[in-house]
């Protein structure tokens, strides 16, 4: 495709309809990296000359408007980035979020894999009485618990703490959380009745005194779940 070659497509009638700025502006909104003028163009609908004059004048129009952010040609294509003299604002929002507190949910599956790590999502499951995938991804996400093994007979993923996990709790080592495992039976000991009390011991130890990070509760987090169902998923 040269540059004076007009991109064709089976919207191409619609597409030359669209002013080219406002279009331009509205692909480069979704993009994940950088897009070169060809490819614009081809969404678009416009010339490629054309596409590329008209990027260069919008980042021009950008920092003489002083907006929050700009448009960059990098890695050979055209994106939008903060611009730097506002990233400050970026990074309180994002550390802002961060620092909110955990749910009542997620503190008592943390609980639950601090004192018997390494676990799987069935069994963690099994000792609050409820699903936790969605509560575990959260705090995999938030880098409280990794994956830590396979379970050797079940071939279920094993989580476990990480080393951010005891920065925030100010601890040394697991060694030094509080001695209350001798509070939560055993899994081969459980029945019904017992597992409905489990989650009370654990809801004690997330009384957390600080701030950790965020976590949304989910829908699933909360579904009933039974010990008897079949298979851990890991």
């Known amino acids: 495709m040269t540059d004076q070659q007009v991109p064709t497509g089976p919207h191409e009638l619609e597409l030359e309809m669209l002013d080219l700025r406002p279009a331009l502006e509205a692909v480069l909104m979704v993009a994940d990296q950088p ?13 490629p000359v054309d596409v590329e004059q008209a990027l260069t004048a919008l980042a021009e129009e950008y920092t003489e408007q002083g907006r929050g952010f700009e448009l960059r040609n990098i890695a050979g294509g055209w994106r939008f980035f903060t611009r730097e003299e506002y990233a400050g604002a970026v990074e309180r929002f994002i550390l802002d979020g961060q620092q909110a507190r955990l749910t009542q949910a997620a503190l008592e599956t943390m609980a639950v894999v601090a004192y018997r790590q390494p676990i799987s999502r069935s069994r963690i499951s099994a000792i609050r009485g409820v699903n936790v995938d969605g509560v575990v991804r959260t705090l995999v996400t938030r880098g409280l618990i990794e994956e830590g093994g396979v379970d050797g007979e079940s071939g279920a993923i094993l989580y476990r703490t990480t080393s951010y996990f005891l920065e925030r709790m100010g601890l040394g080592d697991i060694g030094e959380l509080p001695d209350i495992a001798q509070h939560l039976p055993e899994m081969e000991d459980m029945e019904d009745e017992v597992l409905a009390g489990a989650d009370d011991v654990v809801a004690d130890l997330a ?28």
């Open 35 to 47: 897009l070169d003028h060809l490819t614009l163009a081809q969404a678009v609908g416009h010339p």
């Open 207 to 234: 009384a957390d005194p600080e701030p950790i990070a965020d976590e949304t509760a989910t829908p699933t987090d909360e579904t009933p779940t039974s010990t008897e169902e079949g298979g851990d998923r890991g």
